[in-house]
């Protein structure tokens, strides 16, 4: 995974050899996994990870074009090339629900109110409050997958539910690298007020997917208060002072170039 401690383009390269490299990943999840859903597990998972499996398989069209506006006005075409190998990762996780699905006889949505919400936040705003409103349904899903794993006894939905869990890590800090680059050259004040407006936008998802998804979270043994905590936990990780120090190292780059 990449470190925080380059700037510029080779912070996008790095980012671009990283993704190659996972799409390469041999991993394989155990799709032979003959195990039957019981009733009651379908009831808890259906309708949850029916939404999960529509968020994740965005094309972010909108969000491609205003990356690939970024790299051009800063002379780094791999910026977007990143941001597009991201989206892909995001699609194989949807594949990935997809084909559970199909096998558990769970029908696949073609929309959904809270997905259209969130796809419409991200067409209203520019490309750091798109990256943002981003974050926030990368930051809930890390508890989600938790929680889904452990909410039926489907080895497959685990060895998944992991999967995704290991390549959301990798992509909070993707995120946080995007910016930490477009937040370099905003002034302190700015950056804190766009920090605790993030959180409080945050905190209310948290409340919709409680509602949404509460029956996953309960099967796995979460209380709101954990599941929120988690949350909050990831957002402090994605906000944390080395990130804050790569601002400034950013800002001061591009001042003396």
Not at 5 to 32: H, I
Not at 58 to 82: I, N, T
Not at 147 to 159: F, I, N, P, V
Request: glycine share 6%; proline share 3%.
């Amino acid at each position: 995974m990449p470190s925080i401690n380059r700037t510029g383009s080779s912070v996008s390269k790095a980012w671009c050899s990283y993704f190659l490299a996972n799409r390469l990943d041999p991993q394989e999840m155990p799709w032979d996994d003959l195990y039957a859903l019981s009733a009651a597990e379908h009831r808890a998972i259906q309708h949850s990870i029916q939404q999960f499996q529509l968020g994740e398989g965005s094309e972010g069209r909108r969000l491609l074009d205003r990356g690939r506006a970024y790299s051009r006005a800063v002379g780094d075409p791999q910026f977007s090339d990143a941001l597009s190998l991201f989206i892909k990762e995001e699609q194989r996780h949807s594949a990935h629900l997809l084909r559970f699905m199909k096998a558990q006889g769970i029908p696949e949505l073609s929309s959904h109110w809270v997905d259209s919400v969130f796809r419409r936040l991200r067409v209203l705003a520019g490309l750091e409050l798109s990256l943002r409103v981003l974050v926030t349904a990368e930051i809930i899903a890390v508890p989600y997958y938790r929680a889904l794993g452990r909410a039926t006894a489907s080895e497959l939905l685990r060895a998944i539910s992991n999967r995704i869990l290991q390549d959301e890590a990798a992509h909070l800090k993707f995120q946080s690298s995007m910016l930490s680059r477009l937040g370099a050259l905003q002034r302190p004040l700015l950056r804190r007020l766009i920090s605790r407006l993030h959180r409080l936008f945050l905190v209310g998802t948290s409340f919709i997917v409680w509602v949404e998804h509460g029956s996953v979270f309960r099967a796995a043994g979460y209380t709101f208060e954990e599941f929120a905590l988690e949350a909050l936990w990831e957002f402090a990780a994605l906000e944390s002072p080395a990130h804050h120090a790569l601002n400034k190292r950013l800002a001061a780059s591009r001042m003396h170039s």
